[in-house]
């Protein structure tokens, strides 16, 4: 059974980096097409990344293009989420999760569509 454990999340200043981690145990990342999401207080979750099954395709949200970008590495069971010039805006808890059908592109995220959800990690961007 497919876990995730997303870790890298921290305290920075704005326009400054982080980048987190999302572990895959229990099964390889073959074929899960893998999501990025947030949560700030008071908000709903909303997606932020995905990259497909096959590692082919990635999506990434408007709000973020150009600023953060996402990567695989297949040998480390590992999907990566790059954060670059961060804002007081991207505060959350930023968490990963599979979908099991989306092998050659994502189609939205929805968060009834994601499985094996991550318990999270803080991003906190402050002076």
């Known amino acids: 059974q497919l876990q995730l454990v997303e870790s890298g999340g921290g305290l920075v200043q704005p326009g400054g980096s982080l980048r987190l981690s999302c572990a895959a145990s229990?099964?390889?990342?073959?074929?899960?097409?893998i999501g990025w999401f947030r949560q700030a207080p008071g908000k709903e979750r909303e997606g932020v990344s995905c990259?497909?099954?096959?590692?082919?395709?990635?999506d990434v949200v408007d709000s973020v293009k150009g600023r953060f970008a996402v990567s695989e590495d297949r040998v480390k069971n590992t999907v990566y989420l790059e954060m670059n010039n961060l804002k007081p805006e991207d505060t959350a808890v930023y968490y990963c999760?599979?979908?099991?059908?989306?092998?050659?592109?994502?189609?939205?995220?929805?968060?009834?569509?994601?499985?094996?959800w991550g318990q999270g990690t803080q991003v906190t961007v402050s002076s």
């Open positions: 999760a599979a979908n099991s059908e989306w092998y050659y592109f994502c189609s939205g995220y929805a968060p009834r569509w994601w499985h094996s």
């Open positions: 229990g099964s390889t990342l073959d074929g899960y097409a």
């Open positions: 990259v497909s099954g096959d590692g082919d395709s990635i």
